[in-house]
């Protein structure tokens, strides 16, 4: 019922119906399920929002700018159903085969064990037995007996091992895989920043990291924001200071009383009030030196102007297994590439230390499926491992798909 033009409000917490359009608020939105950004995307008036994005924070009005049958989700499921309408050409010409199989060796055991009797005065035990012998032998269910054991086997082993197969069909694709291909965000990382680094400045007068940590973590208390649980992570054994007069400036940070000081956290042109350009110009967070996808900047008050007093920087934390993972297939002359929808240098940064050379970042869904298609049309038995909705249509079209455990819904079923 929702048409071009209407109005939405969307509370914090709440999932967004339609592609639109802010008209009024400020909000950090979780786009990871469609776009594989680890981190919340910030969106003020006249940004475009996605439908199934999760609103975090503040409340936004959205001008709706595209019907239901076009928005960005619908497309996804879009793909996949035409991707699932690709089959790879082996599962094609099983199904085909066993269409017509069948029914051909069933009539051809019938006429064995009837025209013998009744045209050439055979014997109707001996052709009946011959009949039967033929159907035995021919129908696919001897075809199929050499094989279940193994097949048991390896689903078996696979579920102890946490891995859940669909079927034997996909256990034979395997073994001729000559590509994987792998997202990003979720997959290779945890798809939830970590602090990474704490870099104090002249203003914070020698005082110690930690000191520094449970002053921006004070700020963060009460907060859903992924920054804030990744600062509250990083104090949980440490005694935080109260915060008063606690307040969400939009579009900037956090600010507060903590002790009798003004402290605030944040984007740096916010927590430096716009006013000290020197202090912006010497100062800037060095996401590039600390590997970091994401920082944030802790500032006081000293009764003239916000004084920056450190930098925290955050990262998408890679997953332990990842580089050993990525090791052994290489060794086993298999080639590794990334298709991530997150266009930030993080993906290259994270293709870096896995030692993965292949990268292709900033994707859309359908940009993820060329890529898988350009090399399958070079005749490569290609896998996907993914975990988010932007992920299906191309786990859909893949020789193999892989889901992580738990990936989105759609990305499980396809």
Request: hydrophobic share 45%; net charge negative.
């Amino acid at each position: 019922d929702i048409q071009i033009g209407d109005i939405m409000i969307i509370k914090p917490g709440q999932k967004i119906a339609m592609d639109g359009v802010v008209i009024k608020g400020y909000s950090a939105i979780n786009q990871s399920a469609i776009t594989g950004e680890s981190i919340p995307v910030e969106k003020k008036v006249d940004d475009e929002v996605f439908a199934g994005t999760l609103n975090e924070e503040g409340l936004l009005e959205v001008k709706v700018t595209k019907h239901v049958e076009d928005t960005t989700i619908s497309k996804i499921i879009h793909l996949v159903e035409e991707a699932q309408g690709e089959r790879a050409p082996a599962q094609a010409f099983v199904d085909k085969f066993a269409k017509y199989y069948t029914p051909i060796i069933m009539l051809i055991a019938l006429l064995v064990a009837v025209v013998p009797p009744l045209f050439f005065g055979g014997d109707w035990d001996t052709w009946v037995y011959q009949g039967l012998s033929l159907l035995v032998v021919g129908c696919p269910c001897s075809l199929v007996i050499s094989t279940p054991v193994s097949i048991v086997s390896a689903i078996g082993n696979s579920a102890k091992n946490g891995v859940l197969v669909k079927g034997g069909i996909y256990l034979e694709e395997i073994g001729g895989l000559q590509a994987i291909a792998f997202d990003k965000t979720g997959t290779l990382t945890y798809g939830q920043p970590n602090l990474l680094a704490i870099e104090p400045l002249h203003a914070a007068n020698n005082m110690d990291e930690q000191r520094l940590l449970t002053l921006a973590a004070s700020l963060e208390i009460g907060s859903r924001h992924p920054i804030a649980h990744a600062l509250l992570t990083a104090t949980r054994q440490l005694h935080l200071p109260q915060a008063e007069q606690l307040e969400q400036v939009a579009g900037g940070g956090l600010q507060a009383m903590i002790e009798g000081k003004a402290y605030r956290l944040g984007h740096l042109s916010f927590v430096l009030d716009n006013a000290n350009e020197q202090v912006l110009a010497d100062s800037p967070p060095n996401l590039e030196q600390h590997h970091a996808s994401t920082s944030v900047t802790l500032s006081q008050f000293d009764g003239h102007t916000w004084q920056p007093m450190a930098h925290f920087y955050f990262h998408d934390k890679v997953r332990e297994a990842a580089r050993a993972t990525i090791d052994a297939l290489t060794a086993q002359g298999i080639n590794v590439l990334m298709l991530t929808g997150d266009p930030s240098e993080q993906a290259q940064l994270v293709a870096q230390r896995l030692g993965i050379e292949t990268v292709y970042k900033g994707l859309t869904p359908q940009d993820k499926v060329e890529h898988l298609q350009a090399l399958q049309q070079q005749g490569h038995v290609v896998q996907m491992v993914g975990d988010g909705v932007n992920d299906a249509p191309v786990l859909a079209a893949a020789t193999i798909s892989t889901a992580m455990a738990g990936a989105a819904d759609l990305a499980q079923v396809t």
